[in-house]
């Protein structure tokens, strides 16, 4: 799916770099992209994206703050210094887990958006060409 999205990109851009209309042409195509992106799907949708990126990079420092606290207090706790080594491996691998399963569900999340806005960016630009 990113490939062929990537693709259409890439053929636009080259077109619309390299037409032999002209200036007309360029501005025509940059009026109907404008006219698209200044909708209100596609602001909903990019404003959604937004939101989640910034909840996104708040959360990752507070997992990695929470898991140097665990290993830091799974070292320091009582016992010889193999089992407070041993419990701070186990604490900092439970940890990393956790961060996975974070960056998983967030990179899951934008996915999600990505295609909902692409999807409403789609409806958009039909019903602009349709008007």
Same mark, same amino acid.
């Given at each position: 799916?990113?490939? *062929?999205? @990537? #693709? %259409?990109?890439?053929?636009?851009?080259?077109? $619309?770099? !390299?037409?032999?209309?002209?200036? +007309?042409?360029? +501005?025509? #195509?940059?009026?109907?992209?404008?006219?698209?992106?200044? =909708?209100?799907? %596609?602001?909903?949708? $990019?404003?959604? %994206?937004? /939101?989640? @990126?910034?909840?996104? &990079?708040?959360?990752?420092?507070?997992?990695?703050?929470?898991?140097?606290? *665990?290993?830091?207090?799974? &070292?320091?706790?009582?016992? =010889?210094?193999?089992?407070?080594? /041993?419990?701070?491996?186990?604490?900092?691998?439970?940890?990393? /887990? +956790?961060?996975?399963? !974070?960056?998983?569900?967030?990179?899951?999340?934008? *996915?999600?958006?990505?295609?909902?806005? %692409? &999807?409403?960016? *789609? =409806?958009? &630009?039909?019903?602009?060409?349709? /008007?």
């Amino acid at each position: 799916m990113k490939g *062929k999205i @990537g #693709i %259409v990109v890439g053929l636009a851009a080259g077109y $619309v770099l !390299g037409s032999r209309a002209g200036r +007309e042409r360029y +501005e025509q #195509i940059k009026a109907g992209y404008l006219k698209i992106w200044n =909708t209100a799907p %596609v602001q909903k949708q $990019v404003a959604a %994206v937004k /939101d989640l @990126g910034k909840s996104a &990079a708040l959360a990752l420092p507070s997992a990695l703050w929470d898991g140097a606290v *665990k290993v830091t207090r799974a &070292a320091s706790r009582n016992g =010889t210094p193999g089992q407070k080594l /041993d419990s701070a491996i186990r604490a900092g691998r439970a940890s990393a /887990d +956790e961060v996975t399963r !974070g960056a998983e569900k967030t990179a899951a999340e934008v *996915k999600k958006a990505a295609d909902k806005a %692409v &999807a409403d960016a *789609k =409806t958009a &630009a039909k019903k602009a060409a349709d /008007d």
